[in-house]
């Protein structure tokens, strides 16, 4: 099993940066793929960001494409997703999630494991 914790979030201001960590335990040599995903109220969990074990190879929704990085510190057992310049539309839940096999991309369904959520709000 893998536990995954996230941390950050919380309400800023359009423009404003916020760091989301995602800190993993338990069987963390079984994680291949990490990725972020988010929901909005009334809507669809959506995918975010993606990144491999190695950190080579990164993907995001071109919604946050520019102004979201996705890294990695396996020292650490930590992902995070450094959000910049963010908007009124990035308001969400936000999850992190990780998959024990590679080519996971975007399909939160690939994910087996999932953090318990962070709020983010964005007001104009």
């Known amino acids: 099993q893998v536990q995954l914790v996230q941390s950050g979030g919380g309400l800023v201001q359009a423009g404003d940066s916020l760091r989301l960590s995602c800190a993993a335990s338990?069987?963390?040599?079984?994680?291949?793929?990490t990725g972020w995903f988010r929901q909005a109220p009334g809507k669809e969990r959506e995918f975010v960001a993606t990144?491999?074990?190695?950190?080579?190879?990164?993907l995001y929704a071109d919604s946050v494409k520019g102004r979201f990085t996705i890294s990695r510190d396996n020292a650490k057992n930590t992902v995070y997703l450094q959000m910049n310049s963010l908007k009124p539309e990035d308001t969400a839940d936000y999850y992190c999630?990780?998959?024990?096999?590679?080519?996971?991309?975007?399909?939160?369904?690939?994910?087996?494991?999932w953090g318990q959520g962070t709020q983010v709000t964005v007001s104009s």
């Open positions: 338990g069987r963390t040599f079984s994680i291949w793929t």
């Open positions: 990144i491999n074990w190695f950190g080579s190879i990164t």
């Open positions: 999630a990780a998959a024990a096999a590679s080519g996971a991309g975007a399909q939160p369904g690939r994910y087996a494991y």
